[in-house]
T-cell receptor
Framework: DTEVTQTPKHLVMGMTNKKSLKCEQH?????MYWYKQKAKKPPELMFV???????INESVPSRFSPECPNSSLLNLHLHALQPEDSALYLC?????????????FGSGTRLTVV | EDQVTQSPEALRLQEGESSSLNCSYT??????LFWYRQDPGKGPEFLFT???AGEEKEKERLKATLTKKESFLHITAPKPEDSATYLC????????????FGAGTQVVVTP
């Protein structure tokens, strides 16, 4: 298995909803990441899970919260989002937590907040 | 502040018309320069890693090169299936698995 699997592929949610995005990899990669990508913009790092520790980009609002139940799974919990949070959410993993071999990305979750 | 800039923003090519994309970087220390291809609504797909100036990598119609200030992605005799957004990303010596991405070059190849 050489993939990063993200579910769901599409999600529409209201501003009062609570939802979760799921990311799974079975390549034995030791680091996992959440990125947010707006149209025609580069991916922006949100969270890193590496060496069993979670690192947070301090500019990310608290309405996003990551959870790592085990080394193969990284969830992103969403609560009280704003329309400007609509974007493509990308999960990635890397064999080397230092990133030397690059990332394997999932196909993304297209999130629309209404 | 680390910065990665890609040009042009968009490129429209006729099938068979070769061209180059530029990725210039200003970073504290470069550990690697990565190229990815991204199709609409999909995650980026890894293409190449370059680690030192003078290094070159090739894959089918794509060739990536690296200097001390920039990287080029050359597309030779492109086909319509080469249409995509091409992202470059710098991995710096003081980052820990965190890439500095450029904004990408959107390439459209018409028959």
């Amino acid at each position: 298995d050489t993939e990063v699997t993200q579910t769901p592929k599409h999600l529409v949610m209201g501003m009062t909803n609570k939802k979760s995005l799921k990311c799974e990899q079975h390549m034995g990669h030791r680091a996992m990441y959440w990125y947010k990508q707006k149209a025609k913009k580069p991916p922006e790092l949100m969270f890193v899970y590496s060496y069993e520790k979670l690192s947070i980009n301090e500019s990310v609002p608290s309405r996003f919260s990551p959870e790592c139940p085990n080394s193969s799974l990284l969830n992103l919990h969403l609560h009280a989002l704003q329309p400007e949070d609509s974007a493509l959410y990308l999960c990635a993993s890397s064999q080397d937590p230092r990133g030397n071999y690059g990332y394997t990305f999932g196909s993304g979750t297209r999130l629309t907040v209404v | 502040e680390d910065q990665v800039t890609q040009s042009p923003e968009a490129l429209r090519l006729q099938e068979g018309e070769s061209s180059s994309l530029n990725c210039s970087y200003t970073v504290s220390g470069l550990r690697g320069l990565f190229w990815y291809r991204q199709d609409p609504g999909k995650g980026p797909e890894f293409l190449f890693t370059l680690y030192s100036a003078g290094e070159e990598k090739e894959k089918e119609r794509l060739k990536a090169t690296l200097t001390k200030k920039e990287s080029f992605l050359h597309i030779t005799a492109p086909k319509p299936e080469d249409s995509a957004t091409y992202l470059c990303a710098a991995l710096t010596t003081d980052s820990w698995g965190k890439f500095q991405f450029g904004a990408g070059t959107q390439v459209v190849v018409t028959p």
